[in-house]
């Protein structure tokens, strides 16, 4: 009796340890092998940069541009964004860094982990960001925000700063990475096509429309025999009758009764 209560007790204890210790710590992507680096970076949600996961980004900027990229994501993938901003000495106050993630619906997306918003104090020469997504779903309700398969824009800027350090050059260094990929998941559903943002929302017609030949015989015959008039005519021939009806008008009011 005292052997299986003490072998319960060991195993409760062991379960307890090991529930106190501190979770492993997810590594940060690497570069893929032979990956292509980019050195450039979009303005706009229309103007992201296209990347991929596991390829590098470096690219010089200056403190408060609004930088874009974008990547694709499938179902059953978890992405991690990592993002190191290297300031130039000399800054006047602390800053506040954000990077955002937003789907092809323009939805900003929750980090489950990572120093999304960190802030800096004057004296600090870097600052490292970090995102760590939920896993995309293959489909998902219409109400609700969930990550789903399609295209993923990164936007990293500064929320707040002294205006002095306004245009001050930074280095950014960015790297999304796969942390994990399920494939396709036992949910009962599929997304019809993947949520990738439209970037050419129309075209510029420049050309002439042609005329329906058909719509003229449509047309009233009497209208034919009518001059071209403009509004300065239109009005001017309502007012001249409006007169004449006033005159006559003004006229059998005042004029006197002939005596017999």
């Known amino acids: 009796m005292r052997t299986a209560l003490s072998r319960s007790l060991a195993a409760l204890l062991a379960a307890g340890g090991a529930a106190l210790l501190p979770a492993p710590a997810v590594a940060a992507p690497t570069p893929s092998p032979g990956a292509t680096p980019v050195n450039r970076a979009g303005t706009s949600f229309l103007s992201a940069t296209p990347i991929a996961a596991g390829q590098p980004v470096r690219v010089d900027a200056s403190i408060g541009d609004h930088l874009y990229w974008s990547f694709p994501a499938t179902a059953g993938q978890v992405q991690e964004i990592s993002a190191t901003v ?3 000495k000399g800054r006047s106050g602390a800053s506040t860094w954000t990077v955002d993630v937003f789907d092809g619906l323009r939805r900003r997306q929750a ?11 004057a004296t600090a020469t870097s600052v490292a960001l970090g995102c760590t997504l939920r896993e995309v779903r293959p489909w998902a309700e219409p109400w609700s925000a ?16 002294p205006e002095a350090d306004l245009g001050a050059p930074i280095d950014v260094d960015l790297l999304i990475g796969t942390i994990g990929d399920r494939g396709a998941s ?24 042609p005329v329906d030949p058909d719509a003229d015989d449509e047309g009233d015959p009497l209208a034919d025999w009518l001059p071209d008039l403009g509004s300065r005519w239109v009005w001017t021939g309502i007012g001249g009758v409006l007169a004449a009806v006033a005159g006559v008008v003004g006229f059998a009011m005042t004029r006197r009764p002939r005596r017999r």
């Open 186 to 209: 036992a949910d009962d559903g599929e997304l019809a096509a993947p949520l990738v943002p439209n970037t050419k929302a129309g075209t510029v017609l420049n050309a002439v429309p």
């Open 111 to 121: 980090c489950t982990a990572g120093a999304q918003t960190p802030t800096v104090d």
């Open 146 to 161: 969930d990550p789903l398969p399609g295209s993923y824009v990164v936007r990293l800027s500064v929320i707040d700063l």
């Open 86 to 88: 290297t300031f130039p």
